[in-house]
């Protein structure tokens, strides 16, 4: 669709086409609707306390190796087993 392109020839030196401004200023600014449709929900200090609770009484991984668990010693013991089989047959050949 072309914007209204006929020129305003009332006034000196003007040369801005009518209705290309016109066609902006109808137009909505992202964000300025008063009524938005996202589900939203405000918290207060006492939601966020309730979920600060329940965040720290979860066990969070680290960036790091999971070193002292269970599974890390057997895994440990395992490869300590591989090293030392590793170790006998290089003394045999």
């Known amino acids: ?9 009332g ?6 086409p009518q209705g290309v401004i016109n066609q ?10 008063k009524h938005r449709s996202s ?7 006492k939601d966020y306390n309730n979920m600060k609770d ?6 969070m991984g680290g960036l790091g190796a999971n070193i002292g668990g269970d599974k ?14 590793a170790n006998n047959l290089k003394m045999i050949n």
């Open 54 to 59: 329940t965040i720290q009484s979860q066990k």
């Open 24 to 33: 902006y200023e109808s137009q909505s600014v992202a964000g300025s609707e």
């Open 72 to 85: 890390w010693e057997a895994a440990k013991r395992k490869k300590a087993l591989e090293m030392q089989y």
């Open 39 to 45: 589900k939203y929900k405000k918290y207060g200090l």
């Open 11 to 16: 006034q000196k030196g003007n040369m801005m």
């Open 1 to 9: 669709m072309m914007p209204n392109t006929t020129y305003d020839n």
